[in-house]
């Protein structure tokens, strides 16, 4: 894009741009960067100038473009803070030097500094959105020519952009940047999914494309005779969109009855009303199938009406109904509210508090989540949780609006109100009616927390949150208790890598791995093990370097989860004594990364369940036998398990073959396969699969769900 070009752009919504800011950081860029080649071969500030260009798309202030312009240059070249500021003005060099910082923060594979980098990461970007809305354009960029940087570069960058970036892209409303940098980080991290995908879109596309064109025809139609003008247009679902529905459910591809989604846009909110009216009298509306998030916007400030109906022919319709500005924050975001005020352009706060959801928030609830402190690398997890989260709206008894995410409980509920109700919480009305704390909270319930004289937060309680303000303060009280059982499983941990090459822990001394690893004690070296920030493997290395490779690989091996003894390296919590006899329950098969809970029985010992296992309703009315558990870290990134998955497949020739194949390329190994009700046209085959954790397994089955031979895929649980 030439210098003249991107003037044009930015004058085109803003007369009042100071074109000669805007020539100088173009020309300063293209100097300073001179000679400096991308992967690709092309000149480094094509880059930079194409990142100004994807931020006139969204309609930014001039500040914000030169920001784009000069974002690399003090990273890149010998120029400093101090130069910018003298040649573009002190806003900008803030504005600079915030974008260079979170560069310099770019997440790293280990595992404790990248928490503490995501830290500093929302610290930055919670004191000027423009900081993280230029990063995001940076990112965007840099993703579409990702193609250029090598294999393990490509696959690192991708998942980063998958964790952290398309996360925050979403928490401030810019579902487009958010939705492109998704498809493109999948399309990097799982290519045989994503081109299985696009396959059967274009297949499905080819098939109904006349189809949507009658549809928006017959809807539109609709409302016209009723009076109502509205631009109507169908849009197809993204694959990264169709994958985690993939992973959600356990149908196929061919079942999923919303693949294309349907946007009605009319003149005024009160029209949407009307529109909906109006459609549903025309076609049937699918039961539970409707949300109104105009009357209570999503925290980001997205509004709209959805509902399903079934439509012409029978087909199930998913519509969006909104307004053309409702549209635009649905689709942009925070960048939505750049506009003039005051004779100047710039972002219109006062508009944004007027709408009552400030999208903002979502950063500044972030940093509160820090500032109750807890660990790093259990700050990642509360943080990922709260930024991809849907939401539920409940309300105080004095009728106060709380969001919170779908999923949560009265304690979640307690801490967003305020830490000390929290803190002192001991029971729960919901609607008038007392409730069991391990209710799922839903819209519209009104909720009334019953206090306790002094702050008494029992260790099992943090199974009864999922926001990361509940969870970190649960956490604080409980720090104690925890660093005698981490002590506890790092020493059995250290044990057990010691016993695969041949060694006891009584038998040698640790002190060369305190040299090695720089840990003042024994006690530091196990709690660390036990917290999963060293592994065990590292520390036999330490204690015995001349090993050999092969006796090197034993220690580092992925341990496979078992019942009895070995157990105890992978639950923990639930106020267990040391001895108790754990077996992992063969009617869910809990892995790794699932939410689980212990039934304890005498003379059975205790039995690990996932949260949504069937078989723990015969234990519905015996809370006392109950045990909250958690997976060790060594659980978590150092075993194996085997997950059970139930398939129903196409009778054919070969679809077995083509199963077996796509679980092989997933990563998953085939330990067990019986088939079951088989039948002229269809199979059903439970295959068990040795995998790292759930996680895998859903990739495992999102995998097979993209088979046009594969129907259902689910994971029993009961």
């Known amino acids: 894009m030439r210098q003249f070009e991107l003037t044009e752009r930015v004058r085109s919504y803003d007369p009042t741009a100071d074109e000669g800011l805007l020539d100088r950081a173009y020309v300063y860029a293209v100097r300073m960067h001179g000679s400096q080649k991308r992967a690709s071969g092309d000149p480094y500030f094509a880059h930079p100038i194409q990142v100004a260009g994807i931020l006139t798309e969204y309609r930014l202030d ?83 020519t990702l193609h ?71 809807i539109r139609k609709k409302l016209a005779d009723q009076g109502l003008e509205a631009r109507v247009f169908g849009r197809e679902k993204s694959p990264y969109s169709i994958w985690r529905k993939l992973q959600r459910k356990s149908v196929g591809f061919s079942s999923l009855a919303d693949i294309y989604g349907f946007r009605v846009i009319v003149a005024s909110e009160a029209d949407c009303y009307r529109a909906l009216g109006v459609l549903h009298q025309a076609w049937s509306m699918v039961p539970g199938r409707f949300k109104d998030f105009i009357s209570t916007p999503k925290s980001n400030n997205y509004q709209s009406l ?43 706060a006062d508009a944004v508090a007027a709408s009552g959801r400030d999208p903002l928030n979502n950063l500044r ?113 409980i720090r104690s208790v925890e660093r005698e059982e981490f002590h506890r499983l790092g020493r059995a941990a250290v044990d057990h890598a010691l016993a695969r090459v041949g060694k006891a822990l009584d038998e040698i001394k640790l002190a060369p791995a305190l040299e090695v690893l720089s840990l003042k004690d024994e006690e530091e070296l196990f709690d660390a093990v036990g917290r999963g920030r060293i592994q065990a493997s590292k520390v036999v290395e330490a204690i015995f370097p001349a090993m050999k490779s092969s006796e090197k690989a034993a220690a580092a091996a992925r341990v496979r989860i078992a019942d009895r003894k070995p157990a105890s390296l992978f639950v923990r919590g639930g106020g267990l004594t040391p001895g108790v006899s754990l077996h992992f329950a063969p009617c869910c098969h809990p892995l790794p990364g699932d939410r689980i809970v212990g039934i304890l029985q005498s003379g059975q010992g205790l039995t690990v369940h996932t949260i949504d296992c069937e078989r723990l309703a015969e234990f519905q009315d015996r809370q006392d036998l109950w045990r909250d558990l958690q997976w060790t870290p060594q659980a978590e990134q150092e075993s194996t398990a085997s997950a059970r998955l139930r398939a129903t497949i196409i009778h054919a020739p070969g679809v077995l073959g083509q199963v077996c194949t796509v679980i092989g390329e997933a990563g998953g190994n085939i330990q067990n396969l019986t088939m079951a009700h088989r039948q002229s046209d269809f199979f059903e085959v439970v295959f068990d699969i040795e995998v790292n954790d759930a996680r895998h397994a859903t990739h495992i089955a999102a995998a097979l769900r993209t088979n046009p031979s594969v129907q259902t895929v689910e994971r029993p649980k009961g």
């Open 365 to 477: 609830h972030l940093v509160q989540v820090m500032e109750h402190g807890g660990e790093a690398e259990d700050w990642v997890e509360h943080a990922k949780l709260e930024m991809f989260a849907d939401q539920v709206f409940v309300f105080t008894p004095m009728g106060e609006l709380i969001g919170l995410p779908r999923g949560a409980m009265p304690l979640d509920f307690a801490y967003a109100v305020h830490t000390s109700i929290g803190d002192t919480a001991v029971g729960v009305k919901i609607n008038g009616e007392p409730a069991p704390m391990r209710t799922l909270l839903s819209n519209g319930d009104v909720v009334e927390i019953i206090r306790g004289s002094k702050p008494s937060v029992p260790p099992d309680w943090r199974s009864l949150t999922v926001t990361g303000r509940a969870r970190s303060a649960i956490k604080r009280h």
């Open 62 to 144: 001039t500040a914000s473009i030169v920001t784009a312009l000069l974002h690399d240059v003090i990273e890149d070249t010998s120029a400093g803070k101090g130069d910018i500021a003298e040649l573009f003005g002190e806003e900008i060099a803030e504005l600079v030097e915030g974008v260079t910082k979170l560069s310099r923060l770019e997440l790293q594979a280990e595992h404790v500094r990248q928490a503490e980098n995501l830290r500093k990461f929302i610290l930055a970007i919670s004191k000027d959105v423009r900081v993280l809305i230029v990063k995001l354009a940076d990112r965007l960029h840099n993703m579409r």
């Open 148 to 218: 250029f940087v090598k294999p393990a570069k490509r696959e690192r960058i991708s998942r980063e952009t998958l964790d952290v970036y398309a996360p925050l892209a979403r928490n401030i409303g810019m579902y487009k940047i958010a939705s492109e940098l998704e498809d493109l980080a999948f399309s990097h991290l799982n290519p045989t999914a994503h081109d299985a995908l696009v396959r059967r879109l274009e297949a499905l596309r080819h098939e109904h494309g006349q189809q949507v064109g009658a549809i928006e025809d017959a």
């Open 306 to 348: 959805h509902t399903t109906v079934v439509g012409p022919r029978g087909l199930k319709i998913e519509m969006q109904i909104r307004t053309e500005a409702m549209d635009r924050v649905a689709e942009d975001g925070v960048a939505a509210h750049w506009r003039y005020k005051d004779k100047s352009y710039g972002f219109d």
